[in-house]
Nanobody, 128 residues
């Protein structure tokens, strides 16, 4: 299973680092995606990292502010979130899938329904 943690309450402009830790299996063979669901909205993909860790993807709204990384020795993937905005307020989920997706040579996150394992979510609240 996956365990997402690191959420909390932070002021606009602040930072948080989310962690996604796996238990019962190794993340070495999985691409990891971070998703978020704001109140009253559908869940959206935020970022993902390839199995190797060499490829990453970010949704436009977080580019330049969020950084995804993985430490396979710790069986953990991180989402470093800087310059947080109130619109980043959401429950953040991590998910794992055993493949990478490329379209015309560009790395993309898999579709939400394709992910095999999901974490329980961690709440991030950004106050203005």
């Amino acid at each position: 299973q996956l365990q997402a943690s690191g959420g909390g309450v932070v002021q606009a402009g602040g930072s948080l680092r989310l962690s996604c830790a796996a238990s019962g299996f190794t993340l070495d063979y999985y691409a990891i995606g971070w998703f978020r669901q704001a109140p009253g909205k559908e869940r959206e993909g935020v970022s993902c990292i390839s199995v190797s860790g060499y490829r990453t993807y970010y949704v436009d709204s977080v580019k330049g502010r969020f950084t995804i990384s993985r430490d396979d020795a710790k069986n953990t993937v991180y989402l470093e979130m800087n310059s947080l905005k109130p619109e980043d307020t959401a429950v953040y989920y991590c998910a794992a899938i055993g493949k990478d997706v490329y379209y015309s040579g560009t790395y993309y996150c898999s579709r939400e329904y394709e992910y095999t394992y999901w974490g329980q979510g961690t709440l991030v609240t950004v106050s203005s």
